[in-house]
């Protein structure tokens, strides 16, 4: 009962009641994030026409058979945008031109939350419009995207702040407990998942992940000698079900948040230098630092 007890006075006081005075972590999370699509999308520029449009590689057509049509995709926003330029390969670099000045627009605090409605829109269509290619970092970047369109985002060390009257103080706790909420959820949700099924649990998920054909990352690191070791592939696979299972209690507890902070950022680390995952990392990670790190409370 006194364990039970603890952990309730522990989740009311984080998730419900605390007095969160910091605000650090709204440009940490409007910087960060604008760098990551920032430099996201720069990274796909030289095979940009190999991945979106009609003449891609697979047109737009096959990536959205089964899409809802409510959705706006590039094709689309292409044609819009001829209207103006009167060239699709005008409209297209428009398109490229728009979505890095939205970046750099939000990174520099100016409207920020007005940019991010019109980034959402360009983001969301070149990930709906090829479906085959999207990932864990496409998803998480608008749900990034929709956190900075909630939370006062441009009104702490940005532009806007300097050349504007700051209105009157916002009350952004209940996005942040949201937002730590949705965080912590994930985490379970995919450590359920994990654990559901054997092959992260014998080790056969790592083992694959690690010697995927034509894989080769960009550390040259060597995995062979896990073959003579299987048992440490069995605890890999064991401590990442364990960190993102037990995530949501140990990341609530003051004494054990620090910890599993760095267990968690630690195994995002992996991922980037394994994997070669760095932008999927870099935004879990900076989700991870914007929720749980910046924590000031008064009594």
Known sequence: MKV???LKNSLSDYFINTKDTSTDFIPFFRITIGLILLFHFISILPDFNLLYGMK??????IHTIYLNKSVILFD?????????????????????????????LII????????????????????????????????????????????????YFSIRS????REEKRNYLFVKTTFQIHLAIAYFVSGIEKLSGYNWRNGESIWKAIHLPNFSNDFNLNFDFLGNYSSLVVIIGWSTIVIELLYPLFITIKKTRKIWL?????????IALTLNLYFFSAIMITW????????KTHK
Not at 114 to 120: G, K, N, S, T, Y
Not at 162 to 165: E, L, R
């Open 4 to 6: 039970i007890r603890k």
């Open 56 to 61: 891609s590689v697979i047109p737009t057509d």
């Open 76 to 104: 689309e926003i292409i044609i819009f945008l001829n209207k103006i330029t009167g060239s699709e390969h005008l409209s297209v670099i428009l398109f490229k031109t728009l979505f890095i000045i939205f970046c750099l």
């Open 108 to 155: 520099a605090g100016f409207y920020s939350r007005i940019f991010a409605v019109l980034l959402l829109i360009l983001q969301v269509a070149i990930v709906k419009s090829s479906y085959y290619y999207s990932y864990g970092v496409d998803f998480f970047s608008s749900m990034s995207l929709m956190y900075l369109i909630i939370l006062p985002s441009d009104e």
């Open 162 to 165: 300097i050349f504007s009257k």
């Open 262 to 270: 760095f267990l968690t950022i630690s195994l995002h680390l992996g």
């Open 288 to 295: 991870n630092i914007t929720n749980f790190y910046f924590i």
